[in-house]
């Protein structure tokens, strides 16, 4: 049997490029009289830009600490023992980069092992232990407080979660045992299955409290002192924390039955984590809890090497990195500054898109629209925006009164125009329209103003072909709803020059945008991608496929919401426009479904009526629809939707749409939500041997978003 320092020896040696935590330990007389205390700080060396991460040398490091503090609670040399981290940081977790590299199961299983042994003696020390969660705290860093026998949380804590599930994995070192018998079932399974599914949700600091998790809050200017404070009193007897008897009745099972209900609803079955994770609480139940830490450690192996967490583990690496460093983007040094953004149009689209400059930018911004009866609604809309953020208390009334102050709506493009540096245009998807503003809009604008459109598939080149400074125009394609998508298609017309490029993307990182580079062709990435995939749905459909047959088809992949539904929050006007563009630039490829078109011109608004609370095809809808006699099995269509993507992907590829086939999956998971389990799309057409069956060859190398070989 190998020992924990044998073991984390073993897994560092796979791992030599970990950035390694350190666990200092210093002693002090706590307050009030209360005796000799040992206190544990996590600190990797680094500033809180750089998270303190849980690798193997760390948990060797922490094993080492205990050791000694082991010794002075056996020798009565100490009361007790706390754990906390550096400045805004408590600890983020086991560090992925070491889980890439493993290749074999014993390794995965030695990490699992590793981690569990170390935290576990925390428990059986002599004296309490006490956990100080004094700023951000994730996966193993919310695991070793867990294991604690008392917790404090500071009120200024931005982030607390049990993320692994979103990443493929499930809370592996004590998360899915010791959370439910702390707070619950109920409790446990929001914050490890549903917060995870949902876009990774986070806790702040009273959010964790109000859940049990931790037993005491105090403000973030004087945490550790407070903290200790209240550990003296605890000590001495003059605090007793009482905590709420757990429910391992009936509510255990429906907890855990709930669960299972929110990962069908959002993976479909598609992605083994949440469902690992549930069978671990569900076993929680009885209360044994090695018998948990043991499947904890078979599940965490299993999925380290499963494709899913590979994917996962890119996904998050093309967000957090990539991201941020969009490739092929101009030297930002190019850029030009923004102190004025004037947007033509006061619709809906172009009403968010005020409100986003006006946010992240804080310059007057000014729109301008046909008449002013229309400019009113659209100033009017961020202000009420605004006045929303202000009933949330996500600002206060001086910064409200400013932001106001600063968006404003004439008739005149001159006037709102003149001294504009960016000015973006919203309006009608029609290239004879988008010309003419444009044309308007150069007239009256400074010679260096970026000219932006936020076409979603027309072509830049051709918007800018008829003025005198096409080096200026830029595609600038926001996705809806503007304050939730994060991606921003950024589109090199045929002349854009360097600096306007530059300033694109100087005002998307700005606005907080994951900025792409796009080449300026028919509907770039996401539509162009949504649509052949939308399209083979809908041939199958007009062949004779029944609706609900080609919808459940793609349920395994376990995206966000089923096609057709996706086209109702589009619109099926639109859909119908980028269907019909894409079909006169590829009309062997894109088709524009007869249905679709009876559906727009029948002025409907999706396919589906809403009355029991389901969705459930529209009667009317069904008179409509005109299908062939050609009926394929849910495989089938599965089959003929995936090889149409991969093969428009290779396509793309070979175009040079993008830089490389992760900029495409950047594109998905950001622009149209796609899942992190599929990294996107390549990985899991990789996975599945799709894109060897359709384009001779895999988009990304083996080991890349998959177990090395």
Known sequence: MSTTAELLKGAAELFPGEVVTQAHVRHFDLPLGAGRFALITLDNGHDHTKPTTLGPQSLANIDAAIDQVEKEAADGEIVGVGVTGKPFIFAVGADLKGVELLKRHEDA????????????????????????????????????????????VSAALPAFSLPEVFLGLVPGWG????????????????????????QNRQLKGKQVYELGIADALFEGADFLEQSLIWTASVLKGEITVERPAIDRGEAWDQAVAKGRFVADSKVHGAAPAAYRALDIIAEAKAGDLQKGYDAEDQALADLIMGGELRAGIYAFNLVQKRGKRPAGAPDKSLARPVTKVGVVGAGLMASQLALLFLRRLEVPVVLTDIDQERIDKGVGYVHSEIDKLLGKGRINQDKANRLKALVTGVLDKAEGFADADFVIEAVFEEMGVKQQV?????????????LATNTSSLSVSEMASKLQHPERVVGFHFFNPVAVLPLLEIVRGEKTDDASLATAFGVAKKLK??????????????????????GEIQNVIDEGTPVEVAEKAVEPLGLPMSPLVLLELVGPAIGLHVSET????????????????????????????YDSGKPELDPEVAALLKQGDTVLTEEQV????????????????????????????????????WPFHLGGI???????GVSERVNGKRFLEPGVASVPA
């Not at 899915?176 to 409790?187: F, H, R, S, V, Y």
């Not at 945008?513 to 939308?534: E, G, H, Q, S, Y």
């Open 513 to 534: 945008k994951t900025a792409v580079l796009v080449k300026d062709a028919p509907a770039f990435v996401v539509n162009r991608i949504l649509t052949r995939f939308m």
């Open 175 to 198: 998360g899915c045992t010791l959370l439910p018998n702390l707070i619950g079932a109920e409790k446990a399974v929001s914050v490890i299955i549903e917060n995870s599914l949902n």
């Open 638 to 673: 599965r089959d003929r939707v995936l090889d149409a993507v991969a093969q428009e992907i290779g396509l793309m590829l070979d175009e040079g749409v993008v830089a490389e086939a992760q900029d495409i999956d950047l594109c998905l998971i950001t622009g149209a939500g």
């Open 438 to 450: 444009f044309a308007e809009v150069e007239a009256v604008a400074p010679a260096h103003a970026i």
């Open 109 to 152: 299983l030695a990490i699992g092992k590793g981690g569990h042994d170390v935290f576990k003696r925390l428990a059986k020390l002599a004296v309490p232990t006490f956990a100080y969660y004094n700023g951000a705290a994730m996966g193993g860093g919310v695991e070793i407080g867990l294991h604690c026998t008392y917790r404090t």
């Open 582 to 609: 894409l079909n006169r630039a590829f009309p062997d490829r894109f088709t524009v479904s007869p249905n679709l078109k009876a559906v727009v011109e029948a002025g409907k608004r999706g396919f589906y009526v």
């Open 682 to 688: 390549t990985p899991y057409l990789d996975r599945e």
